[in-house]
């Protein structure tokens, strides 16, 4: 509003019109002019300076905008081409990525003398069984069988199979009925041993144990001692009754042989004799 009041006026002070027609006023107002051009001057530069801070100070923060990008719909060509895009960047980040071993540990708890599953997971990279802590007292193992020793210098005792438990175990112990007091001990990879002639219907248990305890007696931890002959046992005793009935045979031949020639011959001498005798 002040700067056009100001060029008005200057316009007006410079109009040829102005000067001619009115000279005594035009020198009368020249200095008002002049006073209030200078004043204006002065004022402007203040009141620019204030008014662009006022309204720094009171407009509001700018505010953004959200946009949405909408994907135009395409064709099924498109959306073709989308899924096998996104196939291959799958199936290429999964040929980067390295795939876990997922097999088992050739872990058999029923050999003897077994390496530990934990030494052939540090070795391998296998999956071991789950098993209980050192914390914990172990599971109860397993008893194979009961069977008796056919040669060498144990025969005749009767050897104790087991397998382990799913537990961590530092020892076994074998326990036999009637000789409580005579605890059997084998180290944590036995999985056999001998416990010496039984009788019959004598029972046998198998015990883990380590730092927190051992297991309790179970149902497949024990197992009564039942004489069968076993199939070496078998076949010796039918050598044995062959060979008998083979020898009976060739004795029973001989002896019909020997009876026939003596026949023979008396028949001979017989007839020798009657011959000689016309």
Same mark, same amino acid.
């Given at each position: 509003?002040?700067?056009?009041?100001?060029?008005? &006026? #200057?316009?007006?002070?410079? !109009?040829?019109?102005?000067?001619?027609?009115? /000279?005594?006023? =035009?020198? *009368?107002?020249?200095?008002?002019?002049?006073?209030?051009?200078?004043?204006?001057?002065?004022?402007?530069? &203040? #009141?620019?300076?204030?008014? !662009?801070?006022?309204?720094?100070?009171?407009? /509001?923060?700018? =505010?953004? *905008?959200?946009?949405?990008?909408?994907?135009?719909?395409?064709?099924?060509?498109?959306?073709?081409?989308?899924?096998?895009?996104?196939?291959?960047?799958?199936?290429?980040?999964?040929?980067?990525?390295?795939?876990?071993?997922?097999?088992?540990?050739?872990?058999?708890?029923?050999?003897?003398?077994?390496?530990?599953?934990?030494?052939?997971?540090?070795?391998?990279?296998?999956?071991?069984?789950?098993?209980?802590?050192?914390?914990?007292?172990?599971?109860?193992?397993?008893?194979?069988?009961?069977?008796?020793?056919?040669?060498?210098?144990?025969?005749?005792?009767?050897?104790?199979?087991?397998?382990?438990?799913?537990?961590?175990?530092?020892?076994?112990?074998?326990?036999?009925?009637?000789?409580?007091?005579?605890?059997?001990?084998?180290?944590?990879?036995?999985?056999?041993?001998?416990?010496?002639?039984?009788?019959?219907?004598?029972?046998?248990?198998?015990?883990?144990?380590?730092?927190?305890?051992?297991?309790?007696?179970?149902?497949?931890?024990?197992?009564?001692?039942?004489?069968?002959?076993?199939?070496?046992?078998?076949?010796?005793?039918?050598?044995?009754?062959?060979?008998?009935?083979?020898?009976?045979?060739?004795?029973?031949?001989?002896?019909?042989?020997?009876?026939?020639?003596?026949?023979?011959?008396?028949?001979?001498?017989?007839?020798?004799?009657?011959?000689?005798?016309?």
């Amino acid at each position: 509003m002040f700067v056009s009041t100001w060029k008005e &006026l #200057l316009e007006l002070e410079r !109009s040829p019109e102005r000067k001619q027609t009115h /000279p005594s006023a =035009t020198n *009368r107002m020249d200095p008002l002019l002049r006073n209030l051009t200078a004043l204006l001057l002065f004022v402007l530069p &203040l #009141l620019n300076t204030y008014l !662009s801070t006022h309204a720094a100070t009171i407009s /509001p923060p700018p =505010t953004r *905008r959200r946009i949405i990008h909408l994907a135009p719909m395409g064709s099924d060509d498109d959306y073709e081409d989308y899924e096998e895009e996104i196939f291959s960047r799958v199936l290429s980040s999964s040929m980067k990525t390295p795939l876990l071993r997922s097999e088992l540990c050739n872990y058999d708890p029923c050999k003897e003398n077994q390496e530990p599953c934990n030494v052939l997971k540090a070795q391998t990279g296998c999956l071991c069984p789950g098993r209980s802590g050192v914390d914990q007292p172990p599971h109860a193992p397993r008893i194979q069988t009961l069977m008796p020793v056919t040669e060498g210098d144990n025969t005749g005792d009767i050897e104790v199979r087991w397998c382990a438990p799913s537990s961590v175990v530092s020892a076994y112990r074998v326990s036999v009925e009637g000789r409580e007091g005579n605890l059997l001990e084998f180290g944590d990879s036995s999985r056999l041993g001998l416990v010496g002639p039984l009788e019959v219907g004598t029972k046998v248990c198998v015990q883990a144990v380590n730092s927190a305890g051992q297991s309790s007696p179970s149902e497949f931890s024990c197992m009564r001692y039942t004489h069968s002959e076993s199939s070496d046992h078998k076949l010796l005793t039918w050598i044995i009754v062959g060979g008998v009935a083979l020898v009976l045979l060739l004795v029973a031949a001989v002896v019909t042989i020997c009876k026939c020639q003596k026949t023979m011959w008396r028949r001979h001498e017989e007839l020798g004799n009657l011959s000689y005798s016309k």
